[in-house]
Nanobody, 121 residues
């Protein structure tokens, strides 16, 4: 009934930009916390950025100054604007939501299916 769907992934050249969007669908009233994670082949999933319902943001050191996370509480979406992309940013990117409330939902957490980002010439 409730799901997260990422979009915007693809192939981009080093130094380029890309914007990812995660849409939460279903009978949702609010979401307390949203974040982006990424996972490269053979590597553990790592946290990239997060944002609270109040708009407070945090970033991993590896992306600070290059990535920007934002959310639209009315639309229940969260985005990740990525700039000055490097080959090291290549990974599957996942969105995550925690503290989901809705009809018959008091507190839920979900992961999206992931979207591939490839930075290469």
């Amino acid at each position: 009934q409730v799901q997260l769907v990422e979009s915007g992934g693809g192939l981009v050249q080093p130094g380029g930009s890309l914007r990812l969007t995660c849409a939460a669908s279903g009978s949702i009233f609010s979401i307390d916390f949203q974040a982006w994670y990424r996972q490269a082949p053979g590597k553990q999933r790592e946290w990239v950025a997060s944002i609270t319902s109040g708009g407070s943001t945090n970033y991993a050191d590896s992306v600070k100054g290059r990535f920007t996370i934002s959310r639209d509480n009315a639309k229940n979406t969260v985005s990740l604007q990525m700039s000055s992309l490097k080959s090291e940013d290549t990974a599957v990117y996942f969105c995550y939501a925690q503290g989901i409330r809705g009809s018959g939902i008091y507190d839920a957490a979900l992961w999206g299916q992931g979207t591939q980002v490839t930075v290469s010439s």
